[in-house]
């Protein structure tokens, strides 16, 4: 079974800083990628950030320039560092994997962790 904690999320001021992280478990020897969603109330879940596997980023345009998402040394964890954050950047953060699996790609999803934003 596959398993992701998020942790890092809290409530912080327009302009500050947070650093989410994603911890893998379970049967993830084959990853194709890793990334980060969100969903603020009344939307849907949004992608924020994307990392394959072979290093390639994919980012938001809201979020472009202001978070970095990257690989632990261990591969079985992502951050994602946000800098500069917004009121709008408010929004449950769910990690995701895509792993390789004999039938095809499986995607899982982590519980997600809060982040507020206040202005």
């Known amino acids: 079974q596959v398993q992701l904690v998020e942790s890092g999320g809290g409530l912080v001021q327009a302009g500050g800083s947070l650093r989410l992280s994603c911890a893998a478990s379970?049967?993830?020897?084959?990853?194709?990628?890793m990334g980060w969603y969100r969903q603020a109330p009344g939307k849907q879940r949004d992608m924020v950030a994307i990392?394959?596997?072979?290093?390639?980023?994919n980012y938001a345009d809201s979020v472009k320039d202001r978070f970095t998402i990257s690989r632990g040394n261990a591969k079985d964890t992502v951050y994602l560092q946000m800098d500069s954050l917004k009121p709008e950047d408010t929004a449950v953060y769910y990690c995701?994997?895509?792993?390789?699996?004999?039938?095809?790609?499986?995607?899982?999803w982590g519980q997600g962790t809060q982040v507020t934003v206040s202005s």
């Open positions: 995701k994997i895509d792993l390789y699996r004999s039938f095809g790609i499986v995607t899982y």
């Open positions: 379970g049967s993830i020897e084959r990853i194709n990628a």
């Open positions: 990392t394959s596997s072979g290093g390639t980023t």
